[in-house]
């Protein structure tokens, strides 16, 4: 598998495709209580805010920073706008060690009517959002505030491949959707079963400390390479997961679904299986988190996952889920800098992303760009997906890397686009001057869960004893996918082995060393000796 580093970016024919435009199924919208915003007919606040462009939210929640929401009186003033429309806001009733410390957490903060008699209403956090837009170009809202408050936007896994990032089963009028673009198969979502005679890459036993790559995506399931035989016990070794961290996912879910459709993250493994019990097919994304952890294994076998599950496995994401584990990582980068460095991180990989209503002056990517900020000058390399919708529009975290940074924290989101194994550039992969890294995405063979079999089974039965090839059946343990998703954990994993090969060479960048300065300077050589 390769990796290759932009030096010099290439503009391709235009650097934002306004086309491109977020299609999610109706049965996934109302699943998670979600909307699309059509910028036709979109209301707006006017004055500063510019008019927005197409993009998927919760309806009946928004994003409030901690430090605002925490106040009642805040509450109080934005509930007197919002009664104006029948709406009103439920302060989060719970705390818990993360948004005790984080003041500027963004928190999910539920809509509902008001149940007044006179008139109907609409239970719509983008309405709302512009009230409030409206109430503080008037004076009658902080605007500082205000401009804090963002809706709870839908991301995507950026696994699947085509216009839809749901549509990878072949069938479509996408040029890659298409058997003779060769990435249409005949399994689920462009996944198909393979054997792969291969034990797993052995791991060194001499270390000072193992480097881990934070994985925000399905969670995990069992499989040998990983020491897991089953669902009974969490993974130790290679493979790790964060329970405190789940554990607040979960809450968060819980009390949001008291008002809104909600699919609660319950733990950490990838689950469930399949979309519908009474059908059996297998979800979009089942496996995801898992395929990443053995791209992981394969190319960086001496380092250590940490496992976050934050996307359900019908390859939707919750923004809120997102920005609550970044800023919980960066509690514990802090944790492990002042007190343990086993629990230290020293890369992110995110392979989600989403196109932002605003682009770079919206909430979400303002709130997503402090805290990768944060990680950055703890010495934190986060690397994101670029996407698969063959698109130059700005894909969110991944097209944070264009934005200008300093040489005393670690380097800008190392945006990552999808290599054919050819080395040349797969037809679905999102390019633009913000996508700035290169890896193999396509045809990649990597574990998958053992306990996974859907419904889909061969067209041709033949006499007992034989079979055709099962589709989704993926005991053996491998899988074959496409897909910038996989693109960045393998350039995530070239640069952390840089990283162990730059802590050997040189000992004031050993890995056991974790305070900013050092962390910060073993970054920076690592994306340095990977060709960045």
């Known amino acids: 598998m390769v990796v290759k580093f932009v030096k010099k970016p290439i503009k391709p024919y235009g650097d934002d495709d306004r086309s491109a435009v977020p299609e999610i199924p109706q049965n996934l919208l109302e699943r998670h209580g979600a909307r699309v915003l059509n910028p036709v007919n979109a209301l707006v606040a006017g004055g500063p805010y510019p008019p927005p462009r197409s993009t998927v939210y919760r309806a009946g929640s928004m994003l409030i920073p901690n430090d605002i929401i925490r106040d ?35 928190r999910p903060v539920s809509l509902r009517a008001i149940g007044r008699t006179t008139k109907p209403t609409q239970v719509d956090c983008w309405l709302a959002l512009q009230e409030l837009r409206v109430a503080a170009l008037n004076g009658r809202l902080r605007k500082d505030f205000v401009d804090r408050i963002s809706v709870d936007h839908l991301l995507v896994g950026s696994v699947d491949i085509g216009g839809a990032p749901w549509e990878a089963s072949g069938i479509g009028g996408a040029p890659w959707e298409t058997s003779d673009a060769g990435y249409a198969r005949g399994g689920t979502t462009g996944r198909i079963p393979v054997s792969l005679a291969a034990p797993p890459p052995p791991r060194s036993h001499v270390f000072d400390r193992r480097p881990v790559v934070a994985v925000l995506d399905t969670g995990v399931g069992p499989h040998p390479w990983f020491d897991l035989p089953d669902r009974t016990a969490p993974p130790t070794g290679f493979l790790n997961v964060f329970p405190e961290l789940q554990d607040a996912i979960r809450e968060q879910g819980e009390e949001a679904a008291l008002t809104t459709p909600t699919r609660i993250l319950t733990d950490f493994w990838d689950a469930p299986v399949t979309d519908n019990p009474l059908v059996g097919n297998l979800d979009r994304d089942t496996g995801h988190g898992t395929f990443i952890a053995g791209i992981i294994r394969q190319s960086a076998p001496d380092a250590n996952v940490l496992a976050v599950r934050v996307l359900h496995s019908d390859g939707i994401v919750y923004e809120s889920d997102v920005l609550l584990a970044l800023w919980s990582l960066i509690l514990r980068v802090q944790d492990a800098q002042e007190n343990d460095p086993e629990r230290m991180i020293d890369v992110v990989s995110l392979s989600l992303g989403y196109f932002d209503e605003a682009g770079s002056t919206s909430s979400f990517t303002g709130l997503t760009a402090e805290a990768i900020d944060r990680l950055r000058e703890l010495g934190v390399l986060v690397v994101a997906a670029a996407g698969n919708e063959a698109t130059s529009r700005r894909f969110y975290p991944a097209a944070l890397a264009e934005r200008p940074t300093t040489p005393d924290v670690a380097p800008q989101v190392i945006s990552v686009g999808a290599l054919n194994p050819s080395t040349t550039r797969a037809l679905f992969s999102n390019e633009a001057p913000w996508v700035r890294a290169w890896a193999t995405g396509a045809g990649v063979v990597s574990t998958f869960p053992i306990d996974v079999q859907g419904s889909v089974s061969a067209s041709m039965v033949p006499v007992d004893g034989r079979s055709a090839l099962d589709p989704d059946d993926y005991r053996a343990g491998f899988a074959v996918w496409d897909g910038t998703s996989f693109a960045a954990p393998l350039a995530a994993a070239e640069i952390t082995a840089a990283m162990i090969t730059c802590s050997t060479d040189d000992p004031a960048l050993a890995l056991k060393t974790v305070d900013r300065e050092v962390a910060v300077k073993r970054a920076r050589a690592a994306l340095t000796r990977a060709g960045g």
């Open 72 to 106: 009642a009186r805040n509450t109080v003033a934005f509930n007197e706008v919002l009664n104006r429309v029948d709406l009103e806001l439920i302060t989060p009733r719970h705390q818990n060690q993360y948004t005790e410390r984080l003041y500027r957490l963004p």
